[in-house]
C-alpha cells in the first residue's frame, strides 16, 4: 500500500500562492490516478482537483477550478497543486489520495473511491 505525505500548507494572505506537495513512498504512482481533496470544518472532502497516472488528463471541481493547477512527477513518485489568486475560503485542510487504474486515462470523482490518504496539510489563507 502506497504512503502518502502531503506538505506545502501554511498561512498566507489572499491573492496569494501556494504548491502543495504529495510524496508518495512504499510503492511508486505511475499506475495510480491521484487527486487532492480539501475538507473545511464541520464538512466532507469536496474533489479539488484529479490527475490520470498518464498525466495527460486533468479535471477541476468546485471553487478552486481555473486558479488550480495539478500536476505529477512520476519519476519522483510526486504531485502537486499549484493553487493562485487564494482566497479566504480556501482556508482548508487539503489531502492527496490516490488509486490504482486500469485505464492509464481513469479517475475518481468521490472520496468514497478512494482508500489511500494522506494525513492532510492545512492552508489557512488570511483577509
Known amino acids: 500500500q502506497v504512503q502518502l505525505t502531503e506538505s506545502g500548507g501554511g498561512l498566507v494572505q489572499a491573492g496569494g500562492s501556494l504548491r502543495l506537495s504529495c510524496a508518495a513512498s512504499g510503492r511508486t504512482i505511475d499506475s495510480a490516478a491521484m487527486v487532492w481533496f480539501r475538507q473545511l470544518p464541520a464538512a466532507e472532502r469536496e474533489l479539488v482537483a484529479a490527475?490520470?497516472?498518464?498525466?495527460?488528463?486533468?479535471y477541476y471541481k468546485g471553487p478552486a477550478k481555473g486558479r488550480a493547477t495539478i500536476s505529477r512527477d512520476n519519476a519522483k513518485n510526486m504531485v502537486y497543486l499549484q493553487m493562485n489568486r487564494l482566497k479566504p475560503e480556501d482556508t482548508a485542510v487539503y489531502f492527496c489520495?490516490?488509486?490504482?487504474?486500469?485505464?492509464?486515462?481513469?479517475?475518481?470523482?468521490?472520496?468514497?473511491?478512494?482508500?489511500?490518504w494522506g494525513q492532510g496539510t492545512q492552508v489557512v489563507v488570511s483577509s
Open positions: 489520495a490516490a488509486r490504482e487504474t486500469v485505464n492509464p486515462e481513469d479517475f475518481y470523482e468521490y472520496a468514497r473511491s478512494y482508500s489511500n
Open positions: 490527475i490520470s497516472w498518464s498525466g495527460s488528463r486533468t
